[in-house]
Structure formats: structure tokens, C-alpha cells
């Protein structure tokens, strides 16, 4: 399936994804709109547009700052709590019924790599969000808490990912990046804080599921 396919059926494919409603089990389930998803991936790939219709939108550029704008507009206006963490990464957060209770947390990255495509990481992340929109348009409340996270710098390190599971080695700030900057400057960038790195790290307990839609870029999926 080739990008244009891929475009076209999106909308439907997606638009049949569930999330669990309210009332448990026998309830009716909302559906995502696809139709709006589409939209909104669209409106992505403006931020680092090439002449091909791709995207070159690496991390820590300026294309990349503004595109984390752009989704984090998306985020509060879906009414959720959102901030970014001293590694850079976007998180967004909605309350469940029972506080005590670890999140469910979803999301991907919109960084690309250079000369990239629309949808890598992108409908992981805007997937997500439309998971996220589609609740505060029902007035769902979960019984978990849910986080909604777009990782910084994946395509060039998987920093904002490692960071959060405490593999990140402090040599590795020093790294030049596809942007220019290193990793470090590209951090604080994008509104971290290299000095709190250590307390973005999430331990046992702290997470109870992490769910990533993403695509198949090569030819596996499909043969």
C-alpha cells in the first residue's frame, strides 16, 4: 500500500477504533472521527513540508517547535492538562474515577527523520489525541487516569523514551543532532530542564499500560 492508499483509507479504518464508554460493559461505544484525524494529520505535515509532500521535521528544529505548538493547542483544547517534562516530552493528562490507580498512557513522536513520511509517529500521536478529543467530547471519565505523550527527539536518539525508562546516558546530551544543536540544547529548546532529567524517569508501578498505534513502513506488513 503506498502513501496515497494508505491516505485515503485511513479515515475509515481508524474511525472504526473503539474506546470504552461510561456505563461498562453493554454500553455503546463512541467512535473516533475519522474524518477530523485526517484533517489534523494533514494540518501536520504543513510543519516541515518537502517539495515531494513529505516532511523533513527532525528534532529540535524549528519546524519541530512549531508542529509541538500546534498539537499542544490540540491537547489543552481536548481539555487536558498538558505541560512539557524536563526531557522535552509533551504530556497530556486527564483524570480517571479512581486516583489511585497507575494511567493508561498512549501516544508516539512527531519528529521525522530527514526526507520522512506523514504518518510515522504521526497517527501514533494524533491517534492518540483523537482518542483523547473523542472522550472530552462524550464527557467519558475513565477509571484509570490517562496520559497522553509525544516523546522528543525519537528519530534521532529515542531521548525523550529513554530518558522516561532511565537509559539515557548524560554523555549522550554532547551529541549533535540532524538539527544542528545537541541533544542538550535541544532540550532545552524545547522547554525542558536539563537539571530535573532524573525526574522524568517512570519505575515500576507507575505506568499501568502503554499503547502506540503505528505504521509499517517497510514491505513486511504487507506481504
Do not use: W
Not at 489534523?40 to 519546524?63: E, Q, W
Not at 475513565?142 to 539515557?168: A, C, D, Q, W, Y
Amino acid at each position: 500500500m503506498n502513501r496515497r492508499e494508505f491516505q485515503r483509507t485511513l479515515g475509515a479504518v481508524v474511525g472504526g477504533m473503539l474506546v470504552t464508554g461510561r456505563g461498562g460493559q453493554g454500553a455503546t461505544a463512541p467512535r473516533v472521527d475519522g474524518a477530523r484525524l485526517l484533517a489534523r494529520l494533514r494540518a501536520l505535515a504543513a510543519f516541515g513540508r518537502t517539495p515531494d509532500g513529505g516532511i523533513s521535521r527532525v528534532a529540535y528544529s524549528d519546524a519541530d517547535r512549531a508542529a509541538r505548538e500546534y498539537v499542544i493547542g490540540l491537547l489543552r483544547a481536548a481539555g487536558l492538562a498538558t505541560e512539557i517534562d524536563a526531557a522535552g516530552n509533551i504530556i497530556g493528562r486527564r483524570p480517571g474515577r479512581d486516583r489511585r490507580l497507575a494511567p493508561l498512557v498512549c501516544g508516539s513522536h512527531i519528529d521525522s527523520v530527514p526526507g520522512g513520511g506523514n504518518f510515522d509517529g504521526q497517527v501514533g500521536s494524533m491517534g492518540a489525541l483523537e482518542v483523547a478529543q473523542t472522550l472530552a467530547d462524550r464527557a467519558i471519565v475513565t477509571r484509570h487516569p490517562l496520559e497522553f505523550v509525544i516523546f522528543s527527539n525519537e528519530e534521532g536518539g529515542k531521548t525523550g523514551s529513554r530518558v522516561m525508562v532511565g537509559e539515557m546516558a548524560a554523555r549522550e546530551l554532547e551529541l549533535v543532532t540532524a538539527s544542528g544543536r545537541t541533544i542538550g540544547a535541544g532540550i532545552t529548546f524545547l522547554g525542558g530542564d536539563l537539571a530535573r532529567l532524573a525526574g522524568v524517569r517512570r519505575g515500576s508501578g507507575d505506568v499501568r499500560a502503554f499503547l502506540e498505534l503505528h505504521v509499517e513502513q517497510g514491505g513486511v506488513l504487507e506481504r
